[in-house]
């Protein structure tokens, strides 16, 4: 593999996106909050207040890479040629390796003039083509090979490795989160019922905040120049939070 990548594949896997989702744990965060203990709405009834985190972590089920490929050189037109035939041979290696064209499309395609300061002044300096791709993924564990394809036929440069969850995993654990967090904010409730001589005998109001993903710091490892690149990540942890307003009686 070329010793190009190395510079470049040191990157941050970002698992993000609202509402993801993978392979469920179904651990639930104890973190709940009281916001209120007990009190009586408008007509009279007790009432108990509270709000509580739930979590689930999920292994990613879903790759977005965005690779690029550069050229530079005094002619514009010449550098547009340069890019255009490096993109060439590396979509046909991607094609050549299972990757529908579908799945890649393009993020950014530009040629810039480049300038060098020389005695204070702006010069000219040739120019500088950049036609970026992003390619998504269904299977995570193929991102390294996938790289590999790409930086050794034609792409220069790895911007960027986001392991994230596909829509239909995204609900799944939204609605899990969700659950979770709707048992703590039931137990919870019911030690303040239980405190103050209560019994919790419905829910009165309640509303859900932000679904958060965590983000795992990941990296793409390369031990030789001719090993295979080999991606490192860690599950998504997902949270929700709610608060809920319960009915009470004494």
Same mark, same amino acid.
């Given at each position: 593999?070329?010793?190009?990548?190395?510079?470049?594949?040191?990157?941050?896997?970002?698992?993000?996106?609202?509402?993801?989702?993978? /392979?469920?744990?179904?651990? %639930?965060?104890? &973190?709940?909050?009281?916001?209120?203990?007990?009190?009586?709405?408008?007509?009279?009834?007790?009432?108990?207040?509270?709000? %509580?985190? $739930?979590?689930?972590?999920?292994?990613?089920?879903? #790759?977005?890479?965005?690779?690029?490929?550069?050229? /530079?050189?005094?002619?514009?037109?010449?550098?547009?040629?340069?890019?255009?035939?490096?993109?060439t041979r590396m979509r046909e %290696?991607?094609?050549?390796?299972?990757?529908?064209?579908?799945?890649?499309?393009?993020?950014?395609? =530009?040629?810039?003039?480049?300038?060098?300061?020389?005695?204070?002044?702006?010069?000219?300096?040739?120019?500088?083509?950049?036609?970026?791709?992003?390619?998504?993924? =269904? &299977?995570?564990?193929?991102?390294?090979p996938v790289i590999d394809a790409?930086?050794? &036929?034609?792409?220069?440069?790895?911007?960027?490795?986001?392991?994230?969850?596909?829509?239909?995993?995204?609900?799944?654990?939204?609605?899990?989160?969700?659950?979770?967090?709707?048992?703590?904010?039931?137990?919870?409730?019911?030690?303040?019922?239980?405190? %103050?001589?209560?019994?919790? =005998?419905?829910?009165?109001?309640?509303?859900?905040?932000?679904?958060?993903? /965590?983000?795992?710091? #990941?990296?793409?490892?390369? #031990?030789?120049?001719?090993? $295979?690149?080999?991606?490192?990540?860690?599950?998504?942890?997902?949270?929700?939070?709610?608060?809920?307003?319960?009915?009470?009686? $004494?």
């Amino acid at each position: 593999m070329s010793r190009k990548l190395l510079a470049t594949v040191g990157v941050a896997l970002l698992l993000v996106t609202a509402g993801c989702a993978g /392979s469920l744990n179904p651990a %639930a965060s104890a &973190n709940a909050q009281t916001d209120q203990t007990n009190g009586t709405d408008r007509s009279g009834n007790s009432t108990i207040s509270v709000s %509580a985190s $739930g979590q689930v972590e999920a292994e990613p089920d879903q #790759a977005v890479l965005q690779v690029a490929v550069l050229a /530079s050189g005094d002619d514009a037109n010449a550098v547009r040629e340069q890019v255009a035939q490096n993109v060439t041979r590396m979509r046909e %290696a991607l094609r050549n390796a299972g990757i529908a064209d579908d799945q890649i499309r393009t993020v950014q395609y =530009s040629i810039d003039q480049q300038y060098r300061e020389e005695n204070g002044e702006r010069r000219p300096d040739g120019f500088q083509g950049v036609h970026a791709f992003e390619i998504t993924l =269904s &299977n995570v564990s193929r991102a390294g090979p996938v790289i590999d394809a790409a930086v050794s &036929n034609g792409a220069d440069r790895v911007q960027s490795v986001q392991l994230t969850l596909s829509e239909e995993r995204r609900r799944e654990v939204r609605a899990d989160a969700l659950r979770n967090a709707m048992d703590n904010a039931r137990a919870d409730a019911d030690v303040i019922a239980e405190s %103050a001589n209560l019994t919790v =005998s419905g829910v009165h109001t309640v509303s859900t905040g932000d679904v958060g993903f /965590s983000s795992v710091r #990941a990296e793409a490892l390369t #031990a030789q120049s001719d090993a $295979g690149t080999q991606i490192e990540s860690g599950p998504v942890t997902v949270t929700a939070q709610v608060s809920v307003t319960y009915n009470a009686t $004494g």
